[in-house]
């Protein structure tokens, strides 16, 4: 029996150096019968995503976390990019993140939905909307008239990542993100009271490999009620200070 086996012989060392010091004392339960190995697997996978991964990434004992179809993920994390939610992006990731692609704009998505010709429905975790819902919903609409100008003279100082992020402090989640065209702010959409759409490149919405990633509360992103708030620009030198329409 495969469960049982490890107590005698193993080729994890690090299994095996952990039964040295704690076999005598160790519980073995056994799972099943499961019926086949394909069920056996997926439960093991789900089971090692319940527990989360050991520091340093290593699941356990395991050498493999399992098919990422299998794992449990936050609601909305699709299937593909279930690993990255154990890959949070830190104060230190996001600062190497605006050093390989450039300033970053960073958008609160809610569940609320804009029934406009657009049709922009917001972000339902238990349901979320089909990727190009997603793009229309984190380009517009934004209060970035004020910046229009500098962004316009200088394109070189305009955001380059458009990264829209649902939950609050501690529990934000990147849900998209895509690549902003710096040379087309001077002929971007605009409305009333400052509201501008973010001019994007390409059809992707999972630029720099952000999308599923969680965000540690160490990175300071918030957002305010405000409409000048419902935005953060972070460059090198930190985030930028809200600018009141």
Same mark, same amino acid.
């Given at each position: 029996?495969?469960?049982?086996?490890?107590?005698?012989?193993?080729?994890?060392?690090? #299994?095996? &150096?952990?039964?040295?010091?704690?076999?005598?004392? %160790? =519980?073995? !339960?056994?799972?099943?019968? /499961?019926? @086949?190995?394909?069920?056996?697997?997926?439960?093991?996978?789900?089971?090692?995503?319940?527990?989360?991964?050991?520091?340093?990434?290593?699941?356990?004992?395991?050498?493999?976390?399992?098919?990422?179809?299998?794992?449990?993920?936050?609601?909305?994390?699709?299937?593909?990019?279930?690993?990255?939610?154990?890959?949070?992006?830190?104060?230190?990731?996001?600062?190497?993140?605006?050093?390989?692609?450039?300033?970053?704009?960073?958008?609160?998505?809610?569940?609320?939905?804009?029934?406009?010709?657009?049709?922009?429905?917001?972000?339902? #975790?238990? &349901?979320?909307?089909?990727?190009?819902?997603?793009? %229309? =919903?984190? !380009?517009?609409?934004?209060? /970035?008239? @004020?910046?229009?100008?500098?962004?316009?003279?200088?394109?070189?100082?305009?955001?380059?990542?458009?990264?829209?992020?649902?939950?609050?402090?501690?529990?934000?989640?990147?849900?998209?993100?895509?690549?902003?065209?710096?040379?087309?702010?001077?002929?971007?959409?605009?409305?009333?009271?400052?509201?501008?759409?973010?001019?994007?490149?390409?059809?992707?919405?999972?630029?720099?490999?952000?999308?599923?990633?969680?965000?540690?509360?160490?990175?300071?992103?918030?957002?305010?009620?405000?409409?000048?708030?419902?935005?953060?620009?972070?460059?090198?030198?930190?985030?930028?200070?809200?600018?009141?329409?």
């Amino acid at each position: 029996m495969r469960p049982g086996s490890h107590f005698i012989k193993t080729h994890n060392k690090a #299994l095996e &150096a952990w039964l040295e010091k704690h076999g005598q004392t %160790a =519980r073995l !339960e056994v799972v099943g019968p /499961l019926g @086949s190995k394909e069920m056996a697997d997926a439960i093991e996978t789900a089971l090692i995503s319940a527990y989360g991964p050991l520091k340093g990434g290593q699941p356990f004992f395991n050498e493999h976390g399992g098919k990422s179809i299998h794992r449990f993920r936050p609601w909305g994390v699709p299937n593909k990019f279930a690993s990255r939610t154990v890959q949070p992006l830190d104060a230190k990731a996001m600062m190497r993140a605006v050093r390989d692609h450039g300033p970053l704009l960073f958008v609160r998505i809610n569940q609320t939905s804009f029934d406009d010709a657009e049709e922009r429905p917001g972000y339902d #975790l238990a &349901a979320p909307p089909p990727d190009e819902k997603i793009r %229309a =919903r984190m !380009e517009c609409w934004w209060q /970035l008239r @004020s910046r229009l100008d500098g962004w316009v003279k200088s394109p070189s100082t305009s955001p380059k990542l458009l990264v829209a992020v649902t939950g609050g402090p501690g529990n934000q989640s990147i849900i998209a993100s895509a690549r902003i065209n710096a040379g087309a702010w001077d002929n971007v959409p605009r409305i009333k009271s400052g509201l501008v759409q973010v001019p994007l490149r390409g059809k992707s919405i999972d630029a720099a490999g952000l999308r599923g990633r969680p965000i540690a509360k160490d990175v300071g992103l918030w957002f305010g009620s405000f409409r000048h708030q419902q935005y953060r620009i972070l460059d090198s030198k930190g985030f930028a200070h809200d600018q009141e329409e």
